[in-house]
């Protein structure tokens, strides 16, 4: 009777969604930087790796790989390694990728798997010097080339990101870095200082008019920036209103309903948070779309929990699957330690699929 109860309290404290893998607030390793992809035979690859003041995330961060068979229901750990931070995966040409960077503000790093992720290249690093920042954000093709947002980190405390883009032609080898160009680095215009403070982890997204864009998370507002580009030169075009702008988003195209969709975690006003801190809200994770990338409309509450504080379904990556979206998320939630010792610092690695999304 003790081991069903105890067994019972273990199952109340999980999560919504699938449990992908867990890490306990004790050991001072926190789960970031989810990222899933699909891949040619329609198993799903998902990654994550590790912050905090118990991991190696500023000298040499760990990342890990998890593969389903059965669309999300169960998943198996099939990689782990140093030197991969901030990741996201990609399929490109049929191959499977991982690119972020090697640690905090460290190099530009990428990795290969030829076996859909059960193993992997060594790093193949495309920068030499280092104060590179990102998070899993889209790859875009555009005009013949593999686009990717990132940004640059001045010396210095936390803050003022410089925007810019990588891009390689799109049957070039990814894995040197010759193959690789970057843009100019764009600082935060000084004259919005009363409205944000910085921007970060930039999507590149292709607009109605074939026009190739960067949109940005603006600290610490509910709005997002919009900054374009033209080959190597950027110029900011504006800010825009966008709930769930102060944190990190994904945002994709999608051709059958012709409008853009992105989950994002809006800062609700019932929450005192809201007003003083928004990029600390995370207990909320809604289905946004647009039609032209300047004007968002909440679709749908996908995940909520009444707790700001340390309750999060945050920094989702997702892909499209038919008429659902297949979502990883880092997710601050209750467990049998204790649960996560705030929203920001993430417990589990969860799975969900949005379903009939469109509708």
């Known amino acids: 009777m003790i081991a069903l109860l105890f067994l019972w309290l273990q199952l109340a404290a999980l999560p919504p969604g699938v449990v992908v893998d867990h890490q306990p ?36 961060a760990v990342s890990r790989v998890f593969r389903s068979t059965d669309r999300g229901k169960s998943w ?47 790093p193949a690093y495309l920068t030499q010097d280092t104060g590179y920042h990102t998070a899993p954000v889209p790859m875009v093709e555009h005009a013949g080339r593999l686009w990717r947002g990132m940004e640059f980190h001045p010396p210095g405390k936390w803050g003022f990101f410089e925007a810019m883009a990588i891009s390689a032609p799109v049957d070039a080898d990814l894995m040197q870095a ?13 004259d919005l200082a009363k409205e944000g403070q910085h921007w970060l982890e930039g999507n590149v997204v292709v607009d109605r008019k ?15 920036a919009i900054v ?11 800010l825009i209103p966008f709930p769930g702008g102060a944190k990190k988003f994904t945002i994709r195209w999608d051709p059958k309903s012709k409008h853009y ?4 975690n809006p800062a609700l006003p019932q929450f005192a948070l809201s007003a003083t801190d928004p990029a600390s809200v995370r207990n909320t994770l ?10 968002w409309k909440i679709k749908r509450t996908v995940l909520s929990h009444p707790d700001p504080e340390k309750h999060a379904f945050q920094y989702v990556d997702w892909q499209f699957d038919g008429n659902d979206l297949v979502v990883a998320s880092r997710t601050a939630f209750d467990d049998a330690e204790g649960g996560a010792p705030r929203g920001h610092d993430a417990n589990y690695l969860t799975f969900h699929r949005v379903e009939n999304f469109r509708k």
């Open 261 to 264: 969709w992105t989950l994002s």
């Open 25 to 60: 607030a004790a050991t001072r390793q926190y789960i970031g930087s989810p990222s899933i992809a699909i891949l040619p035979n329609g198993d799903y690859v998902s990654s994550h790796d590790f912050f905090g003041k118990g991991s190696t995330s500023t000298e040499s």
């Open 286 to 295: 809604v289905l946004m779309s647009s039609k032209d990338l300047r004007k």
């Open 228 to 238: 374009r580009v033209d080959g190597r030169k950027l110029t900011f075009e504006r």
């Open 76 to 122: 198996r750990r099939t990689a782990e390694f140093h030197d991969q931070f901030w990741s996201n995966l990609f399929v490109h040409r049929g191959t499977l990728y991982l690119m972020g960077t090697t640690y905090e503000y460290g190099r530009i790093v990428i990795r290969r798997s030829l076996d859909n992720g059960i193993t992997w290249s060594e």
């Open 210 to 224: 074939g026009k190739l864009l960067i949109l940005l998370r603006v600290a610490n507002i509910e709005k997002a």
């Open 178 to 190: 010759a193959s690789w160009t970057m843009t100019e680095r764009l600082p935060y215009p000084a």
